[in-house]
């Protein structure tokens, strides 16, 4: 297949790009490098079965990206709080003028559309753990309503062309993925952990650290993403690790895996912060034969050794 991968200098966009390019698919990376790195990309350069185009999606694709398209893969977005935060309305603009024109772009070519949502959408949840079926809990006028929104309308609409074009669209939520190639200020709390572990800080944990999150390796996310693809379910289906970590435990064992002697340091916890976060996985089991392969102690394993080199030539 020719696939466009919207956001694919981005963590996840670029793993994507790799997995596309590995089974043989050609890739078209579109990346407007506001959050995105060239650094994730630049391994692709000069490849034959890549393309690397610079455009924001907001912005109409004037030239259709030059060729016949079989898939439009949108994991454009701002998606950590440091980012989404300082980018309020781009981030607004991109999970709607920006999914507007993916969407666009694909019924032109008759392509499968991929909209990469998030848990984010559950809010704050009430039901625990979450299923596709819930509705969520969310504070629509809050500091992360930006992204949480954004991604609720991204979702209403590709399921509306979907109904009212015949577009076929597969819609996945993702949970807190982490590994190589994140930003090393990235304001998630594995990279914040392991980059403050690594620079002899103390492990920054908001409240009292029994809030939970289900961290999930990106290798694994990525591997979701494909059999969904591929897949003839259109979602949404959440792709995620239902394995529940407080942030205390994520904060012991990153600090017994890089040997810290910082200690932890307590601050007042964001608004809106989700006190529980955990993906019920039976639809992925049951309909794409995928569950994660790769625990949290493995991932950190394999994750770790790629921020000590980022940071290496800062110190």
């Not at 709080?81 to 019924?107: C, F, H, M, N, W």
């Not at 949480?148 to 597969?170: I, P, Q, V």
Request: charged share 25%; aromatic share 8%.
């Amino acid at each position: 297949m020719r696939v466009v991968v919207a956001g694919g200098a981005g963590f996840l966009g670029s793993h994507l790009c790799d997995a596309l390019l590995e089974r043989g698919d050609q890739v078209v990376c579109v990346d407007n490098f506001v959050t995105g790195s060239g650094l994730n990309v630049a391994h692709l350069i000069g490849r034959g079965d890549c393309e690397l185009f610079e455009h924001d999606v907001t912005r109409p694709f004037d030239d259709d990206l030059g060729g016949p398209i079989d898939a439009v893969m949108n994991l454009a977005s701002p998606a950590s709080p440091k980012d989404y935060l300082a980018l309020p309305i781009e981030t607004l603009d991109v999970g709607s003028i920006g999914t507007r024109q993916l969407l666009e772009l694909a019924g032109r070519h008759s392509a499968r559309f991929f909209m990469a949502s998030t848990s984010e959408v559950y809010g704050d949840p009430l039901v625990h753990p979450q299923t596709e079926g819930y509705w969520g809990h969310v504070n629509p006028i809050g500091e992360r309503s930006v992204y949480d929104e954004a991604k609720r309308f991204s979702e209403a609409l590709t399921a509306a062309y979907r109904r009212t074009y015949g577009l076929e669209t597969r819609l996945v939520r993702i949970f807190n993925t982490y590994g190589p190639r994140m930003q090393v200020d990235d304001g998630r709390v594995v990279s914040n952990f392991i980059v403050q572990a690594l620079r002899g800080e103390p492990l920054t944990i908001y409240g009292d650290g029994s809030q939970t999150r289900s961290f999930f390796y990106v290798a694994d996310e990525v591997r979701g993403f494909l059999a969904l693809l591929d897949s003839d379910e259109p979602g949404p289906v959440n792709i995620g690790n239902p394995v529940e970590f407080t942030m205390l435990e994520l904060a012991d064992l990153v600090v017994e895996l890089t040997g810290s002697t910082g200690g932890l340091e307590h601050r007042p916890l964001p608004s809106d912060d989700p006190r529980q976060r955990r993906p019920d996985i039976t639809l992925a089991k049951e309909r794409l034969g995928w569950e994660p392969d790769i625990d949290l102690r493995a991932g950190l394993e394999l994750t770790i050794p790629y921020f000590a080199g980022q940071l290496a030539p800062l110190r």
